[in-house]
């Protein structure tokens, strides 16, 4: 880990993996980087079974790829949570995260998602509803939700220490200060990625 260049882009591992990639733990060969995604959000009750978007109920349980109600009054939406890398840029390690939203706000992102008008101007509160392995809890951790108009998920931008978030947890200082490649390659590992041993790590 000490000797990580400074850029990831200085480390010719990422280049590697961007170019021929890596044999991987899950049987797969993986060529650059891709998003880890998260099922469901923290305190679903049971699978993830998914109805169509299209189909959102605002009462009861209703549950999509995209959009979660729980008991008519908890309202989640999935969102991705970039994080920087060393001096890479706007090349980002992805995850697709869910993130709670208060009704009115979550009403409107869903309307513009489904009517493909999300607007890059239109931002609102979002609580982050995942723990991410590798992190001690990431559940509750407050940010924004920005919408886009590339036809992805809202980003979701973690705050500093307001809102009770905490101001030394990892994932809040990773998230603007970025990781090495070792730490991507250890993030990969705990969602049954581990690419370590081709990438000579
Ligand atoms: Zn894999």
Known sequence: MADSP????????????SKTGFQ?????????????HMHLP???????????????????????????????????????????????GPMVFMYTVWAGMNRPDFEAYVQAT??????????????????????????GLMGTAFQQEDGGYPLLLLHGAQDANDPNHQLLAEQRQGISFDRVLELF?????????????
């Open 6 to 17: 400074a850029s990831v882009f200085d480390d010719p591992r990422f280049h590697a993996f």
């Open 24 to 36: 991987c733990s899950c049987g797969e060969r993986h060529v650059g980087l891709f998003p880890l």
């Open 42 to 88: 923290k305190g679903w009750p049971g699978e993830a079974v998914y109805e169509p978007n299209s189909a959102i109920r605002m009462d009861g349980n209703f549950l999509s790829y995209d959009f979660s109600v729980l008991e008519g009054k908890y309202y989640a939406m999935r969102m991705r949570l970039p994080v920087a890398m060393h001096g890479v």
């Open 114 to 139: 489904l009517n493909k008008t999300m607007d890059k101007n239109v931002k609102a509160p979002a609580r982050l509803a995942n723990n991410i392995s590798g992190f001690k809890p990431t559940s």
């Open 189 to 201: 590992s705990e969602y049954g990625h581990d690419m370590r041993a081709a990438a000579g790590a």
